[in-house]
C-alpha cells in the first residue's frame, strides 16, 4: 500500500509561481512511475504531468507544457511540480497519483483510472 500527501497549494496571481510536493510512503517509491493531475469545480480530473521512476522520461499535458516542470527525489520519495507563469485557468485542486506497473510508452497515464494510487489533493488558485 502506498500513500501519497501533496503539500504546496496555496493563492498566487496570475504570472506567479508555485511548486507543489508530493511525499510518497513505501521503500518502493524508486520504482514507481508518478503524475500529476488537477479538476476544476465542474469539471473531469485531468492529466497534468508524468514522470518515470528514474526521472529520465517526463510527459506534460500541451495546456502546461512549458510553464511547469515535474522532477523526483528518490532519495526524498518526493515528487516535485514546478509551477510557473500561472493563469487563472490552472485553478484546480491538484493530486499527486502513483502506479508501480505503468507502461507510460502506451500513453495510458493521461487516464485518472490507470492510475492505482492517489493523495488527497491540495487547492490552488490563480487570481486574475
Known amino acids: 500500500q502506498v500513500q501519497l500527501v501533496e503539500s504546496g497549494g496555496g493563492l498566487v496571481q496570475a504570472g506567479g509561481s508555485l511548486r507543489l510536493s508530493c511525499q510518497a510512503s513505501?521503500?518502493?517509491?524508486?520504482?514507481?512511475?508518478m503524475g500529476w493531475f488537477r479538476q476544476a469545480p465542474g469539471k473531469e480530473r485531468e492529466f497534468v504531468a508524468a514522470?518515470?521512476?528514474?526521472?529520465?522520461?517526463?510527459y506534460y499535458a500541451d495546456s502546461v507544457k512549458g510553464r511547469f516542470t515535474i522532477s523526483r527525489d528518490n532519495a526524498k520519495n518526493t515528487v516535485y511540480l514546478q509551477m510557473n507563469t500561472l493563469k487563472p485557468e490552472d485553478t484546480a485542486v491538484y493530486y499527486c497519483?502513483?502506479?508501480?506497473?505503468?507502461?507510460?510508452?502506451?500513453?495510458?497515464?493521461?487516464?485518472?483510472?490507470?492510475?492505482?494510487?492517489w493523495g488527497q489533493g491540495t487547492q490552488v488558485t490563480v487570481s486574475s
Open positions: 514522470i518515470s521512476w528514474s526521472g529520465g522520461s517526463t
Open positions: 497519483a502513483t502506479d508501480d506497473d505503468m507502461p507510460l510508452y502506451s500513453g495510458n497515464y493521461i487516464y485518472p483510472h490507470a492510475w492505482d494510487y
Open positions: 513505501g521503500d518502493t517509491f524508486s520504482t514507481y512511475v
